[in-house]
């Protein structure tokens, strides 16, 4: 998306982080046939239309990424998110005047948020930080790109906490219920699930096993033979998944558009509530 003044939005995805509670990278974990940090930057990439980014620690090795998503290196190792946050704001500032910053470990980041979040940041606001769930969520959140040197600066003189950014620029704190008054995320993240991250190994088992997004599938032309023809909802994590469902490959015949627009054939495309996907034969110029 664009906010109304701002031009294309970026998104930028940490994962340079030590992962030291889960014990192994957070980025590589298995996400329904995917990893966790290709849904992250593929729901963030589906819901900017400015360029994506990855920041990573330096030499860290990261699984595929979505097409067009970039991997910038992280100068400097462990001085936490601050640092992540200015590589990043830094990487897209020519690009781009805001950004909307999370971490990998968000499975449940709905494109409704990040939107919502990113409508919120106008000319009055440098940081829009919302407060969900009871905490802060800093890896949640908008920011202006033009921030980039004021971190740099912050970090220069030791402050490596997020809070001493919010402390030298204009934010504005947005809670559940403000985030909740859009009746486009209300409906589709009613629990604001898109800020539950994975911590430790028993977060992400129990986020694992919860039930894959509600989707709707329709097949046309050729595809929708032996009554298959009207819409069918289905659970699905992935474009793959949901093909999988109704008996289909995404192979060279058969091609997929999203929410009607998008066409792809990308298997690890993630899904999220409320996606209406159209599967239809390429072969008869679908």
Known sequence: MSTDSDGPAAGIVLAGGRSSRMGESKAALEWHGSTLLR????L???????????????????PALPAGVEAVDDPVEGLGPMQGIATGLAAVADRAQVAFV?????????????RRVLAALDA??????????????????????ALAPVVAGLLADGQLKP???FDNCRVHRTDDADLLADPRLGAL??????????????????????PAP????????????NGRRGPESVRAATLGAAAAAVGLALDRHVVAALNGDQITRDAEMPLVAGDMVAFLSADAGG
Not at 39 to 42: E, I, P
């Open 39 to 42: 849904r992250t930057a593929g």
């Open 44 to 62: 963030l990439a589906r819901a900017v239309d400015g360029p994506v980014v990855v920041v990573r620690a330096p030499g860290q090795p990261l």
């Open 102 to 114: 999370c971490s990998t470990d968000l499975p449940f980041l709905h494109p409704a948020y990040v």
């Open 124 to 145: 009055d606001v440098d940081v829009v930080l919302p407060h969900a769930h009871g905490h802060r969520q800093p890896l949640a959140a908008a920011y202006r790109t």
């Open 163 to 165: 809070a001493m950014l």
């Open 189 to 210: 993240d009613p629990g604001l699930d898109s800020v539950l991250n994975v911590n430790e190994p028993d977060d992400y088992r129990a986020a694992r096993a919860r």
């Open 214 to 225: 509600e989707i709707t599938v329709q097949r046309y032309g050729a595809l929708a033979s």
